[in-house]
């Protein structure tokens, strides 16, 4: 063979290797579900374009589903990967239940890599005779409109659906097709099944199917709204400035975005602002805009969670530190939940000018701190949360034998420490408690008692027990209070028989969140998933709902990362089996 001949015959061949080299590497770094694990794409939300600017709330997937599906198949051991896509396949089922439609057969083939469901107004016919009738608005992306198109004539011509009243309109260039009936608000009236007048359509085609959705609506008037937003781009969500400047926020990669206007969501839920002028100008967080991304790492989903408040002053007062608060060295190793970080009265305020616009939030904040008061008559904000402004811990003990957990509370000491106790011990010695203090383990502690009769108590034998409101033991710097002895015993020992610190779990827990913060939340879900049941009734109906999630769920961590004015950031890890 000849030189010339022989390069003649090499040169296509190198160049055909690397054309496939090139090829293969775009795959695996960008259809590979591996990619993921760097958090996701950094893409926005396209379906924006259809959604009001005063949209109350939008949530983006912005992952095929499949790909999610592929991800949990690779990292999931043999013998779960049947459960795994069991599971996956069980959610495709219900989303389609009384449908009569197939994903594998009727969606896959077109679904592209977002699916965006939005509320897009409180009262979309602006009809008060009616009430509120909410918009609803569920965008899917597709790669292939014209499949798309033929998808929904075949379930608008299914038996199911075909004997009813059944409009085909041509609106502004896009073929809307719904059914007459009265309105629905509820999230299932977006279900191909169920809603008496769904509207559906396809915008796009072939040549710009990178901007073509499939549309559902709850009513025709959502969807021609929708279509009006795209052609008067100034009335789309994508204009507006706060909804832009949280995207820019978000760092990270994400699969999903979340995107809630405050004061809007506030109204949806029909909730009254009960605040005067004055504390309105107090307030320090001041209702707005909230973007929560939600990424993936190979442990579990990691969310950033960024709230922008214009008007509002600076986050925190206070830097934020890296490592753990020496607190933490008085909860032992198997505390499921923890809350630790530093100048609770200076959290305390934050959250409380936060809720205070709004009448839902400031009781669910407001409600437990009244009943505590209540039934032990201590008034947490001006008996506790005033004067502690170094360290703290929260921590829960479950106890299996008993009833109610014990807690550990443990404080930095400050200058009104002494008073604040003083205060506590009058407010026991006022309900007939009384203050004794003894010895153990070489620790001096009080303990706040009342004497009872035993449940065992009748006339020949009476017996007679002290019943422990609280035990506290000021220990260096810090002051431990406990709800029992034995959990002060176990917190006094922590440091010896291991502390939550050194816990791996804990450790890996909190270990994807940023290392500056203002401490963390912590909850390890199999360890207190009892315990949560039995305080909130309504739990076991939301983990029924959600059970795929929660038989899954390992722990769940928070930590705020402060910010400068008007924007306030915060990450969530949530640890997944």
């Known amino acids: 063979m000849k030189l010339r001949s022989f390069f003649s015959f090499l040169i296509p061949g190198v160049l055909a290797l690397l054309a496939l080299s090139a090829g293969g590497f775009y795959w695996l770094t960008t259809k590979t579900p591996l990619n993921l694990l760097q958090g996701g794409p950094t893409g926005t939300p396209a379906a924006a374009i259809f959604v009001p600017k005063s949209a109350p709330a939008m949530l983006s997937m912005l992952v095929n589903p499949d790909r999610l599906e592929a991800l949990q198949q690779v990292f999931s051991p043999f013998q779960e990967k049947g459960r795994s896509h ?12 009384n449908t009569g439609l197939d994903y594998n057969r009727d969606i896959k083939p077109w679904l592209g890599d977002e699916i965006t469901l939005a509320v897009t107004g409180k009262d979309f016919d602006r009809d008060r005779s009616n009430g509120k009738q909410t918009g609803l608005l569920l965008a899917l992306a597709t790669h292939d409109p014209d499949l798309s198109r033929e998808f929904l004539e075949r379930f608008w011509h299914k038996p199911t659906v075909s004997g009813e009243d059944i409009t085909f309109e041509q609106y502004k260039g896009v073929k809307l097709i719904y059914r007459k009936g009265s309105v629905s608000n509820t999230l299932s009236s977006l279900s191909l099944g169920g809603s008496p007048n769904l509207a559906t359509a396809v915008v796009g085609s072939s040549s710009t199917n990178h901007n073509s959705f499939v549309l559902f609506a709850n009513h025709p008037k959502v969807l021609r709204e929708a279509i009006n937003n795209v052609q008067a781009a100034n009335l789309n969500l994508n204009n507006n400035s706060e909804y832009q400047q949280n995207l820019q926020e978000l760092k990270g990669g994400r699969i999903a975005v979340v995107f809630a206007n405050l004061s809007e969501v506030n109204d949806w839920i029909g909730t009254q602002n009960v605040i005067g002028d004055a504390q309105k100008e107090n307030s320090i967080l001041p209702l707005s805009t909230l973007a929560i991304a939600m990424g993936i790492n190979q442990q579990g989903l990691l969310a950033e969670a960024v709230l922008l408040s214009p008007d509002a002053k600076s986050f925190q007062s206070i830097a934020p530190k890296s490592g753990l608060v020496k607190a933490l060295n008085y909860v032992p190793t198997s505390s499921p939940f923890v809350a630790a970080s530093t100048d609770l009265n200076h959290l305390w305020n934050e959250i409380s000018a936060g809720v205070a616009s709004s009448d839902l939030l400031s009781r669910l904040v407001n409600q437990p701190i009244a009943d505590l008061k209540v039934s032990w008559g201590i008034d947490l904000v001006k008996d506790i949360f005033s004067w502690v402004r170094g360290e703290y811990v929260l921590a829960l003990l479950p106890r299996p034998d008993r009833s109610a957990p014990d807690w550990i509370f443990a404080v930095e000491k400050s200058p009104d420490s002494e008073k604040a106790i003083a205060r506590l011990d009058a407010i026991a010695l006022s309900q007939d408690y009384s203050i004794g203090s003894f010895n153990l383990n070489n620790q001096k502690i009080y303990a706040w008692t009342r004497l009872t009769t035993s449940s065992n108590f009748d006339r020949k034998n009476t017996a007679i027990k002290a019943e422990a409101k609280g035990v506290r033991a000021t220990v260096g710097e810090y002051e431990v209070f406990t709800t029992s002895v034995e959990a002060m015993d176990e917190a006094l020992k922590a440091s010896q028989t291991g502390t939550l610190s050194g816990n791996s779990d804990f450790q890996t827990s909190i270990a994807p969140l940023p290392q500056l913060n203002y401490g963390y939340l912590y909850l390890d879900w199999p360890s207190s998933r009892a315990v949560w049941e039995q305080q909130i009734p309504l739990l076991r109906l939301i983990e029924l709902s959600a059970r795929p999630f929660f038989e899954r769920l390992r722990s769940l961590t928070f930590t705020s990362t ?16």
């Open 86 to 97: 069991s599971e996956f396949n069980q959610i495709k089922k219900s989303l389609l239940a």
């Open 562 to 577: 402060g910010g400068e004015a008007g924007v306030r950031r915060g990450s969530v890890f949530i640890r997944l089996n």
